[in-house]
């Protein structure tokens, strides 16, 4: 039976916080919108009628449908060339979903979704529903066919994978853009000292080019180890300008999923970001992802978001 106008509007009203879910679980947006699009064609060969409540029969379908794609996932990401991080996504971005508590926010952190590919299909889809979307165990239980108790026992062993994910400091716009710009006046500086002083002792640095664009395949651990990096990657040279094509990029400071970051654009396109994940230690991580791949919806989000100026990005 064709849906009606009003069956319609339900699924769409609906749309954005099934979209938000899966890229929690995903940390993909394109693997979001295909299977929330995949959750619609459910909807669409369903007796509706007999449906109860829509918004828990969605919840279950778009679930079950992660749920599959995490075990087909785990086996494509053994052959992936480098490191993988998940796509982070910009400030305004309407799939990063709910934003009103410390718990909603943190579990949309870059950390938490990288430290999350710790996590089975079973502990992401709890810590994700209960974490961020309120859920009570009752309910999850319902979606997953587990029990209450063993929904209890799988968020709290999805807690402890992640906890140390709960390093980041929380920020507000200004201070977001003056960790930035003091990132980057050091990073441009030539000099590593400046990065030292910015980073945690026990920092990190790790990159995502999915073997299309040049990233380091191994993480950078300590903060010197780190402050060397860094600095020969803002140091100009002609083989960076003809990766870039010959133009000049453009830095601009701004937060993605929460933190600060750093966004290089090169003609209008999302050429990176990178991630700052900021503690009372100061950067603890510097997490960059640059593989095309991951940066379309960054780049359309980018097109439509008042940008201000660049900041200053010596040599270049």
């Known amino acids: 039976m064709p849906l009606t106008t009003t069956d319609v509007e339900r699924f769409e009203a609906a749309r954005p916080r099934l979209e938000s879910i899966a890229y929690r679980m995903l940390g993909s947006s394109a693997e ?24 828990a029969w969605l919840t279950k379908v778009l679930t079950n ?11 494509r990401r053994e ?14 971005d309407p799939m990063l979903g709910p934003a009103e508590t410390a718990e909603q926010r943190e579990s949309v952190s ?31 239980a319902e979606i997953l066919d587990i029990s209450e108790a ?33 990132f980057l006046a050091a990073a441009t500086s030539g000099q590593t000292e400046p990065l030292v002083k910015l980073l945690s002792s026990d920092a990190l640095a790790i990159g995502d080019g999915g073997g299309r664009v040049p990233a380091k395949a191994t993480p950078f651990h300590g903060a010197l180890a780190v402050a060397k990096f860094l600095r020969g990657l803002f140091k100009p040279a ?25 966004v290089i654009v090169v003609e209008g396109r999302v050429f990176g ?12 991580a510097v997490r960059s992802q640059v593989n095309p791949d991951k940066l379309h919806r960054a780049t359309e989000i980018w097109a439509s978001t008042r940008r201000g100026e660049p900041l200053a990005l010596n040599g270049w």
């Open 150 to 182: 063993s929904s209890q026992q799988v968020f709290s062993r999805a807690k402890k994978h992640v906890a140390g994910g709960k390093a980041r400091t929380e920020v507000d716009e200004v201070a977001a853009k003056r960790i930035v710009e003091e």
């Open 32 to 55: 979001a919108e295909d299977l929330v699009q995949e959750t619609y064609l459910r909807w669409q060969a369903a007796d509706i009628g007999r449906i109860e409540v829509p918004d």
């Open 238 to 262: 002609e083989s960076k300008r003809r990766m870039l094509g010959g133009a000049a990029p453009e830095v601009y400071a701004t937060t993605a999923n929460g933190s600060p970051a750093l």
């Open 79 to 92: 052959t992936y060339i480098g490191q993988w991080l998940p796509e982070p996504l910009l400030e305004g």
């Open 65 to 75: 449908l992660c749920l599959n794609h995490l075990t087909s996932a785990r086996v």
């Open 273 to 284: 970001i990178m991630c700052l994940e900021h503690g009372e230690r100061g950067i603890v």
């Open 110 to 140: 870059y950390a938490v979704l990288t430290l999350m590919e710790r996590l089975t299909p079973n502990e992401r889809a709890v810590y994700v529903l209960k974490e961020a979307f309120a859920y009570g165990h009752r309910e999850i």
